[in-house]
Structures are given as C-alpha cells and as structure tokens.
C-alpha cells in the first residue's frame, strides 16, 4: 500500500503580549508584540531616549498608533517619524501636532479600518473616545487574539466581543477627587476637567463589565493620577467586578 505525502503547512497563530513603557500624565507608551519581530506601539508618549533606556529596538516597530495629540502621548511623534517610522493617527491629531504632510504620517481611514497583510495578518480599528480633544481607541485583532486600548475619554460608547487583553484608562476614584476637592488640594476647574476629560474607577468597571470578558486573560489598568487613584484599591475593586487577573502598567 503506497502512503500519502501531505505537506502540512502551518501559519504562525500570533499570541499578544504587552510592554507598557510608560502610563501616566509623564508619558504613556505601550508595545504590543504580535510576533518576536513584529512589534506595533500604542501612543508615543516618551521620548524615545527613554525608549531606548528601557532596552526598546526602535526597528522593531513597524507602526505607531496615537490616541491624540496630549504631549503624553505624542511626545516621540516626530523623532519616530525622522526615522520613517509610519505614525497613524486622526487628520485633527496629525494638524494639532504639525505633521500632516509629513509623509510617513498615515490617517485613521473613515471607517477606521487599518488592514495588514503578510505572513501574520492582522487588523486595527480606531473609534472615537470623549476627551478634550479629538481621540481615538484602539482594537486590534490577531489570530485569536483581541486587544483593546482605551486611555483618556469619559465614556466608552463600544463594547467588544471574545477580548483577551483589555488596556483600559483608570485615572482616578471620584471619593479620592471628592475629598481632595473639599480640603482645597485640588482646585475645581481641575476636578470638573477630570471629570469631563477622563475614565474614573468606576466608569472603567461599568464599562468593563459591559464586555463579553468570558476569554479575557488581563486587564492592565492604565494611566493612574499620582494624586488622585489607589492601585491597590483599584486592582481589588476590579478583580473582584470581574473575576479576572488584574495589573496596573508601570507608570
Ligand atoms: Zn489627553
Ligand atoms: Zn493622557
């Protein structure tokens, strides 16, 4: 009996994972590795010194998300672009921070879809946030894997079905904003400007559990206010909302 030769031919399944460089009103700056040689940045909002300090091989990123044009998140935007780094950002983003013609900026398409073929395919899609100037989250999709980046906005108008990582903004506690508020450490345009501009703990959660989180691996808790967050308090009240493991970026 004569056999069969069958080639098998296996595409690499891509498994996220996550580096947050940075994550707070000093810079926020996350690298999501899709494969070992395939890196994609979300928001560049450390100077890439700084990136390089903490060991990150610029050539590795082969493109660059940015939510909006706040300096903690575009701060490396043009020295990212020197190096024809392709940066994707809103038309609103790209003439807030003077580089729409540059030529390695690419704009969010209307439907927000940014396609990537090649050995692993991949697919991003931006979508509107509500902060104080024009900004966007971003979902991006990857053989099984579904990561969602939500930072700066006080309300989420998405949910998302079979996410495994969730980067959700908790900048602040509404008691901690409260108290800080009534002993006059904090001044009330301060306050109604968080309020207006940012997700609090208890927005994240309500949003968080408006999800399908039933393949959820984590959900890292981003950009926490020195002043005015608990992480610790902030890890438990979302662990126990949720049942899932819960981190907090390295600020
Ligand atoms: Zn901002
Ligand atoms: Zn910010």
Redesign the pocket.
């Known amino acids: 009996m004569s056999r069969r030769k069958v080639a098998w031919t296996c595409s690499p399944i891509p498994v996220i994972s996550v580096r947050s460089l940075g994550s707070s009103s000093r810079g926020n700056c996350h690298v999501v590795s899709i494969t070992d040689e395939y890196n994609i940045m979300l928001d560049a909002g450390i100077p890439l010194k700084g990136l390089w300090k903490k060991g990150l091989a610029i050539r590795s990123i082969k493109a660059v998300f940015i939510t909006?044009s706040?300096g903690?998140?575009s701060k490396s935007v043009e020295e990212l672009l020197k190096l024809g780094v392709p940066c994707y950002m809103l038309s609103e983003t790209a003439k807030e921070l003077g580089v729409a013609s540059n030529h390695y900026v690419k704009l969010l398409p209307e439907d927000g879809f940014v396609r990537f073929e090649g050995e692993t395919r991949w697919i991003v899609r931006a979508f509107r946030l509500e902060?104080d100037?024009p900004c966007v989250g971003f979902y991006l999709c990857a053989g099984n894997e579904r990561l969602v980046y939500i930072t700066?906005t006080y309300y989420c108008r998405y949910t998302f079905k079979d996410l495994t990582h969730i980067l959700v903004e908790a900048n602040y506690s509404v008691d901690i904003l409260n108290q800080r508020y009534m002993t006059s450490e904090m001044h009330s345009k301060m306050r109604k400007r968080l309020l207006h501009s940012h997700f609090s703990i208890d927005n994240a959660i309500e949003w968080l559990l408006a999800n399908d989180l039933s393949k959820v691996k984590e959900i890292r808790l981003l950009h926490l206010s020195d002043n005015n967050s608990d992480a610790d308090l902030f890890i438990r009240k979302v662990e126990n909302a949720t049942g899932k493991y819960v981190t907090v970026a390295d600020a």
């Open positions: 909006h706040h903690d998140h902060h100037v700066d």
